[in-house]
């Protein structure tokens, strides 16, 4: 997997929205620490246009996409939200220009189906906080600062605390994944993610348990829960239930998925829609440590 080349001052960073719309006051600010760190920020021509529910039309966000995946300068390109509307361009992206000059792709949700395309390509592209979460009262947010770290090349180990789910064991492996209802969306395409001998992260926002127990389910059943390396599990964030319960949490539902199997598990591990989501470099090879006392240790090898 080819890592592209860590950023430097004065290197470019494009801005996108290849999903849904955005509000321009809720990102503009948190691009402007990028600008401060002493970036060049270039704005896409319809980041915030405004088409129902996508950031613009399919044409127009297309438009924006490749011509940040052309630019020669470009050295990143963040993507301004998630929502959806990645997997309705994802067929006609050209990478002909990108495969000559590789970036780095940033971000999570919907733009799982991007890094999905990438890893398929070759390249890895880092799953992590999108503008809206850049700042947190008024101070730049530790998802910014360890996501400017990691553009940079300053990739430190994560440690997680010990959680009651957890299945301790160490193991090595490429990291792939990100959203699972995206990830879900993709089996029986050609970017159906790879597994094998891979470390899965996943995380997801307001689904039903049962929809969860269905995905779950669904991923052992194809084989791709077999032959992990391991399991991260992000942000499980605003799930939902039925008014007649399916009787399990969230937890519950992946570790009985997973049960047969022998890979060490991580919950709570800090990436997903909450607060505190922190970069992961999909694509690279990574250690995870999973002690049931000490806690989990993530490390990018």
């Keep these: 997997m080819l890592i592209p080349n860590y950023l430097k001052k004065g290197d470019r960073i494009r801005v996108v929205s290849p999903a849904g719309k955005v509000e321009k006051e809720k990102i503009r ?5 990028f600008e401060q760190a002493g970036f060049e920020v270039v704005w896409g021509d319809h980041v915030f246009d405004n088409h129902f529910q996508f950031a613009a039309t399919d044409t127009r966000r297309l438009r924006d996409l490749q011509q940040a995946l052309d630019d020669p300068q470009c050295r990143a390109i963040v993507c301004a939200r998630g929502g959806y509307g990645a997997i309705r361009l994802v067929d006609q992206l050209d990478l002909s220009n990108f495969r000559q000059q590789p970036k780095w792709l940033v971000g999570f949700s919907d733009i799982t189906v991007l890094h999905a395309l990438l890893q398929n390509e070759g390249f890895c592209s880092i799953h992590g906080a999108m503008p809206g979460f850049y700042l947190k009262d008024d101070q730049p947010s530790d998802s910014f600062n360890e996501l ?3 553009l940079k090349g300053e ?3 994560v440690r997680v605390p010990p959680q009651a789910f957890n299945r301790p064991g160490e193991s090595s492996g490429r990291l792939t994944g990100g959203n699972l209802s995206m990830i879900y969306s993709l089996m029986g395409t050609p970017l159906e993610p790879a597994t094998d001998g891979n470390i899965l992260f996943i995380e997801d ?8 127990d269905r995905i779950m389910q669904s991923l052992k059943l194809a084989g791709k829960l077999e032959s992990l390396k391991g399991l991260l599990v992000g942000g499980l964030t605003e799930m939902k239930d039925n008014d007649a319960p399916f009787g399990q949490s969230p937890q519950e539902i992946i570790r009985e998925a997973v049960k047969a199997y022998d890979f060490p598990v991580c919950f709570d591990f800090p990436a997903g829609h909450i607060d505190r989501n922190l970069p992961l470099v999909f694509g690279a090879g990574y250690r995870l440590e999973v002690n049931k006392s000490t806690g989990s240790t993530l490390t990018m090898l």
Excluded: D
Aim: cysteine-free.
């Design 155 to 157: 990739n430190s180990p």
């Design 29 to 33: 600010s948190g691009m402007n620490l």
């Design 205 to 212: 926002l307001a689904e039903y348990l049962y929809h969860l």
């Design 148 to 150: 400017l770290k990691t």
